[in-house]
């Protein structure tokens, strides 16, 4: 197996790693009941998608 001959420097190890970022996940807005979802997603607050119901939520009585 091949090993490196030289130690490579603390600048070149963080030049290599500038690329992995966390990013924020996009985030839209309900057109039922305007609060804040994940893309291509169901609403977990009101269950619809695109403006039609997908999955029936339960009430808490």
Do not use: Q, W
């Not at 600048?11 to 804040?36: E, F, I, L, Q, W």
């Not at 997603?41 to 619809?48: A, S, W, Y």
């Amino acid at each position: 197996m091949p090993n490196p001959k030289r130690k490579h420097s603390k600048t070149r190890r963080d030049k290599r790693r500038t690329h992995y970022k966390a990013t924020a996940p996009t985030v839209s807005v309900c057109s039922n009941c305007g609060s804040s979802v994940k893309y291509h997603r169901v609403c977990p607050e009101c269950g619809f998608y695109r403006g039609k119901l997908a999955i029936e939520k339960k009430t808490s009585a």
